[in-house]
């Protein structure tokens, strides 16, 4: 019986192994770092201007973007002028307690920021909330 070696195959495994963990792990984070870039510049592009007198407005679901090429977004979806009255009019009386926020960029039109604020008091919104960045 000299040199008889016997596996056991039926002990149980008690380390755990996490390098396939690890590997996961790594190749989400790398995903990440590339596509982050990608969706920072799918941003919309608005340089608000600047004032001293700003302060923090409360969240309100209706936030409106305009472009320096007066296009109009709501809520980060383009909206073209006819589909916005409509689509401000089947709000129908619960939209006059809330408050509009409108981010124009500092090289938007008077006129367009008008033609919205227009838009919405047609609506019957009363309250406007105009976003600027702090000086």
Same mark, same amino acid.
């Given at each position: 019986?000299?040199?008889?070696?016997?596996?056991?195959?039926?002990?149980?495994?008690?380390?755990?192994?996490?390098?396939?963990?690890?590997?996961?792990?790594?190749?989400?984070?790398?995903?990440?770092?590339?596509?982050?870039?990608?969706?920072?510049?799918?941003?919309?592009?608005?340089? $608000?201007?600047? %004032? &001293?007198?700003?302060?923090? *407005?409360?969240? =309100?679901?209706?936030?409106? #973007?305009?472009?320096?090429?007066?296009?109009?977004?709501?809520?980060?979806?383009?909206?073209?002028?006819?589909?916005?009255?409509?689509?401000?009019?089947? $709000?129908?009386? %619960? &939209?006059?307690?809330?408050? *509009?926020?409108? =981010?124009?960029?500092?090289? #938007?039109?008077?006129?367009?920021?008008?033609?919205?604020?227009?838009?919405?008091?047609?609506?019957?919104?009363?309250?406007?909330?105009?976003?600027?960045?702090?000086?």
């Amino acid at each position: 019986m000299a040199g008889s070696i016997s596996q056991d195959d039926d002990e149980m495994i008690s380390g755990i192994n996490v390098t396939p963990l690890v590997d996961i792990v790594l190749v989400l984070l790398i995903i990440f770092m590339i596509t982050a870039p990608a969706i920072y510049q799918s941003a919309i592009k608005v340089r $608000l201007p600047k %004032a &001293a007198t700003g302060e923090e *407005a409360s969240k =309100s679901p209706l936030t409106f #973007t305009l472009t320096k090429e007066s296009e109009v977004l709501w809520d980060k979806e383009k909206i073209d002028w006819p589909t916005l009255g409509r689509r401000l009019a089947a $709000l129908g009386p %619960a &939209a006059a307690d809330q408050t *509009a926020v409108i =981010s124009a960029d500092e090289a #938007t039109p008077h006129g367009a920021v008008i033609r919205l604020m227009d838009s919405l008091r047609q609506a019957g919104l009363t309250r406007f909330a105009m976003n600027v960045e702090p000086k």
